[in-house]
């Protein structure tokens, strides 16, 4: 039995209503941990655009199929696309997947760099200043990436594209380029890991 219950905002709701972004990302997590709703997920994102599409290409009943993307479409992961058709919520993915400021993390002083030049985890341009250069892409390095872990470029260029959406000022190959050449990641054949700071 699906014991699973549908979150406060109803179908249509944007990525910022309802719950925050931590709570969303963990609903959406449970959801998909279901393989029948994994698989009717995963067929809408092949292309799969009816019930019976989805159906046919993840391989499930229609019921359970009708139940997985009741539930799909009740949590916003699936969506209705062009024509009437299923689609992924693209959106919410981009929603959740950028980065956010550390729960708990003091708010950076009126002034500072990295609040003149960072809103609401997007970079809207580098300072030309050297010094405060430095300072808004440590703080992009510590929010992104934790010490010792092995990142694969592909990831890399996920989550630093994230930080330029929306801005022409800077690209995320110019900023990973200039996270290395300030020694905030080390690069090693195609991975990249996040240099530990030194203690003072």
């Known amino acids: 039995m699906d014991t699973d219950k549908a979150p406060d905002s109803g179908r ?42 989805v159906a046919e290409t ?16 009740e949590q916003g992961a699936v969506t209705d696309g062009p024509e009437d058709g ?12 950028r980065p956010r400021r550390t729960e708990g993390s003091a708010r950076p002083a009126a002034g500072d760099a990295v609040s003149t030049f960072v ?9 030309a200043q050297w010094t405060r250069k430095q300072q ?5 390095a510590e929010r992104t990436f934790e010490p010792g872990v092995a990142y ?3 990831v890399v260029n996920e989550r630093l594209r994230a930080w330029c959406e929306g801005t022409d000022e800077i690209d995320h190959v110019t900023l990973r380029r200039y996270l290395v050449d300030l020694h905030e990641l080390r690069r090693s054949e195609g991975v990249y890991e996040r240099v530990r700071p030194q203690p003072a």
């Open 12 to 53: 249509g709701s944007g990525p910022g209503d309802g719950p925050d972004a931590g709570e969303r990302s963990r609903q959406l997590i449970g959801l998909l941990a279901e393989e029948n709703r994994l698989r009717a997920f995963a067929a809408v994102a092949l292309g799969a655009r009816s019930t019976r599409q």
């Open 58 to 73: 993840a391989g499930l009943t229609p019921k359970d199929t009708a139940l997985a993307l009741l539930r799909l479409r």
């Open 86 to 97: 299923l689609a992924v919520a693209h959106d919410l993915l981009r929603e959740l997947a």
């Open 119 to 127: 809103r609401d985890g997007r970079l809207l341009r580098l300072p």
């Open 136 to 140: 808004v892409l440590r703080h992009i």
């Open 152 to 154: 694969p470029e592909r």
